[in-house]
């Protein structure tokens, strides 16, 4: 898929998702330390509003990130708080009103399955926190006979465990045989994102 593409399930306009490059070489590594397959691949992307919104998402991120990179530049990002400085971070409640909604789709040689993991605060400061924090205790108190010690993506160490545990703070993962329906953004939530 391009950088900015349509998708039929979700009907929306899909452009560039910052993290997708972390996320994917990471669900790489588990799908080839749990033999998924050479066929196995992985992608994401983030929804827009429209094909314009998508455009702008996508010309902004990566005029950001080249920015950056620079450090006259950068600083100049901090002074005029487009970018917060190290350290910093969004108040409590951005963090609080913030959500997430990642939709999944797999197709495999026996049909397609969708899923869709979601959360009720912000993804980077709120949802990440509850899942470091619970990823923390099942490696203290969750470990059974299926636990592999070493470096290794969540999914190979904890796998279900975690998954329990995720859920039973709010958490929601969902899978199953038709599309999932996608969370509405209304117009006036400009500060929360949906991949």
Not at 27 to 46: C, D, V
Not at 57 to 74: C, D, H, W
Not at 87 to 106: D, I, K, Q, V, Y
Not at 112 to 137: H, Q, R
Request: charged letters at 20%; proline letters at 5%; aromatic letters at 12%.
């Amino acid at each position: 898929r391009g950088v900015i593409h349509y998708d039929d399930t979700l009907q929306r306009w899909q452009t560039f998702w910052i993290m997708s490059m972390v996320n994917s070489q990471t669900a790489g590594w588990a799908g080839r330390t749990l033999n998924y397959g050479p066929g196995f691949s992985y992608s994401e992307s983030m929804s827009a509003h429209n094909l314009l919104h998508a455009i702008g998402i996508a010309i902004g991120l990566l005029y950001g990130l080249l920015l950056m990179m620079f450090r006259p530049t950068r600083y100049i990002l901090y002074a005029l708080r487009i970018v917060p400085r190290p350290g910093e971070g969004p108040g409590e409640e951005f963090t609080r009103n913030g959500f997430f909604s990642l939709h999944m789709e797999a197709s495999t040689a026996s049909g397609t399955f969708y899923g869709k993991v979601s959360g009720t605060s912000d993804p980077g400061y709120g949802e990440t926190i509850t899942y470091m924090g619970e990823s923390a205790l099942c490696l203290a108190f969750d470990r059974d006979k299926t636990f592999r010690p070493g470096v290794y993506p969540p999914s190979v160490i904890m796998g279900a465990a975690l998954l329990r545990r995720l859920r039973d703070k709010g958490c929601q993962f969902d899978v199953g045989r038709a599309p999932i329906a996608a969370v509405a953004i209304a117009s006036d939530q400009g500060s929360k994102k949906e991949k």
